[in-house]
């Protein structure tokens, strides 16, 4: 069974620009979340999805982060415009049951 | 609100000798527990977790954790430790009845010396 996998591994872009971060649960997997850890400090939640729905949204910093999961299947998250506090490791996580999460490898984003 | 505090932000340990990782949590209501492991350019990976019933709980490879409810702790401890063992350990909890997302300690990154 594949596990969750994330695209790119890593990405470095300019301040002001636009950078789309993309993940791939389990399949079968109708929970999805996102996470962010900023250099040194904890992992911190983002959003969760079930299937195509947002079902939590409460730790999305600000409207320059858009996360969708057209078809319930893959999830992407954009940041436009970047900003240079935005830098950090991006983690999909994906679940069954709402009690186990299953991470993904994360998107390592550096902006400029 | 939930809150989980890992006080060791590194650990370093010699091969064979034990080691014990630190995680204390604040919350109002019961919550789940969880240890997360990254090992160096890897995932996030669950390492052992405390739903219910014994408050001992134990990993595959040789992990194991002690729910405290009276502290509330959540050890991590491993009586003998391999070079393998180098990674990165999060401790993080989720309320029960709400398991919308996992709170985090900062991390203690466990480094093994021959």
Same mark, same amino acid.
């Given at each position: 069974e594949a596990g969750v996998t994330q695209f790119p591994s890593h990405s470095v872009i300019e301040k002001g620009q636009t950078v789309t971060l993309r993940c791939d649960p389990i399949s079968g997997h109708d929970n999805l979340y996102w996470y962010r850890r900023v250099m040194g400090k904890e992992i911190k939640f983002l959003l969760h999805f079930v299937k195509e729905s947002k079902? *939590? &949204? @409460?730790?999305? %910093?600000?409207?320059?982060f858009l996360a969708e999961r057209t078809g319930g299947t893959y999830s992407t998250l954009k940041v436009? %415009?970047?900003?240079? &506090? *935005? @830098?950090g490791v991006y983690f999909c996580a994906s679940s069954q049951d709402r009690v186990e999460q299953y991470f993904g490898p994360g998107t390592r984003l550096t902006v400029t | 609100a939930q809150s989980v505090t890992q006080l060791d932000s590194q650990v370093p340990v010699f091969e064979e000798a034990p080691v014990e990782l630190r995680c204390n949590y604040s919350s109002s209501v019961s919550v789940y527990l969880f240890w997360y492991v990254q090992y160096p350019n890897q995932g996030l990976q669950l390492l052992l977790k405390y739903l219910?019933?014994?408050?001992l709980v134990e990993s595959i490879n040789g992990f194991e954790a002690e729910f405290n409810k009276s502290q509330t702790s959540f050890h991590l401890r491993k009586p003998s430790v391999h070079i393998s063992d180098t990674a990165e350990y999060f401790c993080a909890v989720s309320p029960r009845g709400n398991t919308d997302k996992l709170i985090f300690g900062t991390g203690t990154r466990l480094q093994v010396f021959p």
């Open positions: 079902q *939590d &949204e @409460s730790g999305m %910093p600000n409207n320059r436009q %415009p970047a900003e240079l &506090e *935005d @830098s | 219910s019933g014994s408050t």
